[in-house]
Each structure stands twice: as structure tokens, then as C-alpha cells.
T-cell receptor, first 113, second 111 residues
Framework: DAGVTQSPTHLIKTRGQHVTLRCSPI?????VSWYQQVLGQGPQFIFQYYEKEERGRGNFPDRFSARQFPNYSSELNVNALLLGDSALYLCASSYLQGNTEAFFGQGTRLTVV | GESVGLHLPTLSVQEGDNSIINCAYSNSASDYFIWYKQESGKGPQFIIDIRSNMDKRQGQRVTVLLNKTVKHLSLQIAATQPGDSAVYFCAENKGYSTLTFGKGTMLLVSP
């Protein structure tokens, strides 16, 4: 079975641009969470979606938004990119909302120049 | 504020030694504590978790200890191998699968 897949793997954007990152959870998993990992730090929680509804939001500005589709895949959108948005963006899926065993994708490396 | 932190940023061990990675937490209300392993260029990989009402849990070559009195969590890796070299994160589960991660400890295993 395929694990969590994220696309693209690498991305370079210019300040002020918009970016969309995509995530496909493990088949059968209904919960998707997004994390931002700055170099040298642990992942920071951005959003959680379960059954297509937002169930949690971290301390990130409104420039960050996300959604989950009927097939449980998800998109993370970031508007008006800043240099500080450069990071590894991780998607994690789990079967249930309260399942501790979250499986992570390999991440999307976003560089803002 | 609530946080999960690590005592040591880097741990160097010899192959075959036992490794102990430590973590301090401050949120007594967490339900689970989880250890993740992250290799270069990859996403975090689940290792083992422990409920807040447990003191110890064992997996394959790994043991997690939870000391609620001093709010301390540790990961013990037996017979450390070069393939264990990675950054290890402890994380706490605050319900609804939201994870709060610490900064991480890099484990370097030399042959």
C-alpha cells in the first residue's frame, strides 16, 4: 500500500506569490494534518481536517488555509509568501481523529526567495 | 507556556551501545507521548507511544519511560545500529491527533 504522498517534493517561489501544496493520505485514513518544519526545529502544527471539516488550527496567520476533499486528500494554501515561510511542509494522516499513530509524508520543501 | 523540550541536541554513541534520549514536558494534561524518528530528507516516522497512565512501554529494541512526577520522558534504544542515526523527536498528543513536537535530538552512531 502507498504511504502518505505529497506533491511537489520541492518548490521555489518568490515573495508575495501564492502556493498550493497537495497531500494524499493513506487509503482508508480520514484525518489529515499539516505541519511546518523550519530547519533545525520540530514540526509545528498548522491544521487538522477530519471528514472534510477543519478540526484544529495552529498559531498561523490567515495567509495559511487548507481544505479536505471528498476522497480525503488535502491542499494547503499559502498566500502572500514571506521569506520566513521557507520550510518543509509535512502532511500526516491517521485513520481516526483521535488516533495517535499519525503517518507522515516525505514533505514538500518550499523555498521563498 | 506549554512546551515539549529536549535536554541534549546531539548524542554520539558507538555501534552496539544502548542509547538514551531524554525529553521534558510541561503539559500534564496530555493523553499520549510519542517518539518519532526523522532521517534526512524524510518525514517523521512513528517509533512508539505511551499513554499518560503508563510508566513504561517496550517495543522492538526500544523502551519508552514516562515519569510523571518530574514530567520526563525517555527513549531507550538497545544495541544501537548505524541505521538508528537520525533526529529523534518527542511529541505530546493534545487530543484530535494534534501533536506538539520538541526541537529534536540528533543521534549519531559510529561503527
Amino acid at each position: 500500500d502507498a504511504g502518505v504522498t505529497q506533491s511537489p517534493t520541492h518548490l521555489i517561489k518568490t515573495r508575495g506569490q501564492h502556493v498550493t501544496l497537495r497531500c494524499s493520505p493513506i487509503s482508508g485514513h480520514k484525518s489529515v494534518s499539516w505541519y511546518q518544519q523550519v530547519l533545525g526545529q520540530g514540526p509545528q502544527f498548522i491544521f487538522q481536517y477530519y471528514e472534510k471539516e477543519e478540526r484544529g488550527r495552529g498559531n498561523f496567520p490567515d495567509r495559511f488555509s487548507a481544505r479536505q476533499f471528498p476522497n480525503y486528500s488535502s491542499e494547503l494554501n499559502v498566500n502572500a509568501l514571506l521569506l520566513g515561510d521557507s520550510a518543509l511542509y509535512l502532511c500526516a494522516s491517521s485513520y481516526l481523529q483521535g488516533n495517535t499513530e499519525a503517518f507522515f509524508g516525505q514533505g514538500t520543501r518550499l523555498t521563498v526567495v | 507556556g506549554e512546551s515539549v523540550g529536549l535536554h541534549l541536541p546531539t548524542l554520539s554513541v558507538q555501534e552496539g551501545d544502548n542509547s538514551i534520549i531524554n525529553c521534558a514536558y510541561s503539559n500534564s494534561a496530555s493523553d499520549y507521548f510519542i517518539w518519532y524518528k526523522q532521517e534526512s530528507g524524510k518525514g517523521p516516522q512513528f517509533i512508539i507511544d505511551i499513554r499518560s497512565n503508563m510508566d513504561k512501554r517496550q517495543g522492538q529494541r526500544v523502551t519508552v519511560l514516562l515519569n510523571k512526577t518530574v514530567k520526563h520522558l525517555s527513549l531507550q534504544i538497545a544495541a544501537t545500529q548505524p541505521g538508528d542515526s537520525a533526529v529523534y523527536f518527542c511529541a505530546e498528543n493534545k487530543g484530535y491527533s494534534t501533536l506538539t513536537f520538541g526541537k529534536g535530538t540528533m543521534l549519531l552512531v559510529s561503527p
